[in-house]
């Protein structure tokens, strides 16, 4: 199993950016696809980006444009550069990894990330109107 540590989150006003960075503890083959998610208050969890080992990258359609999901060459960094963020961008931000879950087409699935094993503790993020 990895560990997995976000940073990054905090309040800013709408249009404004945010970066948000995820370490893992170690590299494993199959926690080398990752990607974010995100929840509001009495909302489901929701992917937002993912990335696979490859480097190939996909979003929800929510952020498409304005996001943009990256890692380093070591695959234990994850980053999320967040741009022109919305009021309805607010939430809790969890990094998450699982190869078999990503590229078996499920990551954006409804209720995937129940079933996917390492996560983060999440970081908050606030934008005001």
């Known amino acids: 199993q990895v560990q997995l540590v976000e940073s990054g989150g905090g309040s800013v006003q709408a249009g404004g950016s945010l970066r948000l960075s995820c370490v893992a503890s170690?590299?494993?083959?199959?926690?080398?696809?990752k990607g974010w998610f995100r929840q509001a208050p009495g909302q489901e969890r929701e992917a937002v980006a993912a990335?696979?080992?490859?480097?190939?990258?996909s979003y929800g359609d929510s952020v498409k444009g304005r996001f943009t999901v990256s890692q380093d060459k070591a695959k234990t960094t994850l980053y999320l550069q967040m741009d022109d963020l919305k009021p309805e961008d607010s939430g809790m931000y969890y990094c998450?990894?699982?190869?078999?879950?990503?590229?078996?087409?499920?990551?954006?699935?409804?209720?995937?990330?129940?079933?996917?094993?390492?996560w983060g503790q999440g970081t908050q993020v606030s934008v005001s109107s």
């Open positions: 998450a990894a699982d190869c078999g879950i990503m590229l078996g087409g499920s990551w954006f699935s409804p209720g995937a990330w129940s079933i996917i094993r390492d």
């Open positions: 990335i696979n080992r490859e480097g190939l990258v």
């Open positions: 170690k590299y494993t083959y199959a926690s080398a696809c």
